[in-house]
């Protein structure tokens, strides 16, 4: 029995022809549908509940919401919704999002990306105490290209500390950090069947990157973890016969780090891939496939499990909820965005690789902003060699300090986080002046977290189409409340109205009247 609350869960004695009463019955998921005709047989209606007498065109059967997704998805990760609270970086996904959702029987990660080591320490040690022995939680792991011996410390406190899940973000290939928590604690069971210790989620929004993680790890990967004492020689032989990841997020036009792809072209080629491989391999089972990007809207989510997914990923949306990490102050921007007034601007992890990230645009100018500095960047091989004109213009409309400034401030931070980088910076004006950009870049995001209102205009919030979305579906609603926006009344709302337009899509597919109003569901509090 579904915990969710159903608005009318009155049932139809005698048929119901008229498109208004259809509309109504549609909210009805969790009863028998019996489709019908009229005795002249030109008309099918709709009777809810017990199977009428006489002739009955079609029944469908009671829809729940944790029926929507793949149910081994469910089984493997010890779930009841097929529904993730991703990881927004920074920790804007805190441990309290991740306890509430591990609590509503789904799954959340926190937002380890972007922070230092002592920080993602202190929220392992939190959740593995608070959540111990639950199956259904996890932590981020972000691929780090400019910080590769921090991404290798975080993968190995995740697995010290018995993380159950681990979703991996950002990566463009397969690193040591990530084949270990892949391979470490690989076993056999007696019947031969291979088991993890460790569950592996792998975001994706290429091909080329979701063949890797859909293939087994490389021998050259695994062979120095092995030399290393990292991992044993059975658990690097079981690595060569399972895929790195068993669950594949395929990452369309999200928040943060995005290639913009849209879900409907992204994510049937991926399921296509992950067939191919599967035969390929031998695998014992299918890997699942998840969809992320857009999501922000029960027709959104209804879409994307129509499309195959197993399962759905959610972030921009959640920043706006009560257990979000980040300011009111930028709550409140976000709930103003529409589905356009998001940006592209560089990114402070991978900012020398020229990669982008999607922001918020409406009330901030940090993307115009971060823009100029990395132009700045591949014009100019140093500081030291930028023009006066534009030097005083990026100190006082970007940085709002003088260059010297902030180089001490980034000096300061590098020497405490990783000091090869002031080392490589003191022999590199290049790198230098990337450090120092990436000030920017870096603490934007915190201001927007701690609500410096005085930086305001710096604001970098990560930000995809699904936020508008949201707010134009919640206008007037139960959620259009800030204090009722947790991140499980979000999920369970867009998992029941998710339900509901796809008995809706169902009955139209019947040949019934269904209104373009049976589709639209009004969120309300769900228990």
Known sequence: MSLLACPDEAVTASPVFAPEQIAACVRQVRQHAHIVADPAGRELGLVMGARPAGEVVGTLPPLYPEWLGG????????VRFPYVAGEMANGIATTRMVVAMARAEM????GAGGLGFPEVERAVQELAAELAGVPNWGVNLIHSPSEPELEYRVAKLLLRHAVPCISASAFMGLTP???LCSAAGLSRKPDGQIVRRTRLLAKVSRPEVAERFL???PPELLRPLVERGELSAEEAELASLVPVAEDITVESDSGGHTDNRPLGALLPRILILRDELTRRFGYARAVRIGA???????????AAFALGAAYVVTGSVNQVAVEAGISDDAKTMLADADIADVIMAPAADMFELGVKLQVLRR???FAQRAGHLYEAYQAYPSLEELPPQLRDKIERDVLGAPIDEVWAQTRKFWLQRAPGEITRAENDPKHRMALVF???LGNSSRWAITGDTARRSDYQIWCGPAMGAFNRWTVG???AEPSNRSVVQIALNLLEGAAVTTRAHQLRTYGLPVLPSAFAFAPSHLA
Not at 71 to 78: P, V
Not at 292 to 302: D, I, K, M, N, R
């Open 292 to 302: 992320a990007g857009g999501l922000g809207t029960p027709e959104g989510v209804a």
């Open 438 to 440: 990436r000030w920017y």
């Open 215 to 217: 293939s087994p790890a």
């Open 107 to 110: 799954l959340g990660f926190f």
């Open 363 to 365: 009330g901030t100018m």
């Open 71 to 78: 149910r081994t998805f469910c089984e493997a990760h010890g």
């Open 477 to 479: 609603s139960f959620l």
């Open 177 to 179: 950090a990530v084949v």
